[in-house]
């Protein structure tokens, strides 16, 4: 499954952010996509850490970002570590005190055992 990337580790990225527009919708788009445009280039710091109910870093395989074209697959939208969660997280493992209370609580994905890729 391709989606928006998934919080699978703790990192800084810090990088220059080029040429963009912002719809109105708040959507971000290419340099000449229609909207308001900044042309200038800034540096951008982003903070990005791990979703725990997936797991320790040895379920995830194969980190590539298909979009900007290496291994740091991170989820700038949320929606891919959301669905990543639905279909694999982890069971009983009484984090958020919801499902199995008897077995000490937590909740599970659909395929708690599986192995998540890492991409977007």
Known sequence: ????????????????????????????????????????????????VAATELGPSSRFVAPWDFIWDDATPVDLDGHGTHVSGTIGQLTNNASNGAGDTGNGGGTAGVAFNVKLMRSR
């Open 1 to 48: 499954m391709l989606d928006t990337g998934i919080a699978f580790t703790n990192v800084t990225l810090d990088f220059r952010a080029g040429a963009f527009t912002v719809d109105s919708g708040g959507d971000i788009g290419p340099p000449f996509g229609i909207g308001t445009r900044y042309r200038r280039s800034a540096r951008c710091v982003c903070l990005f």
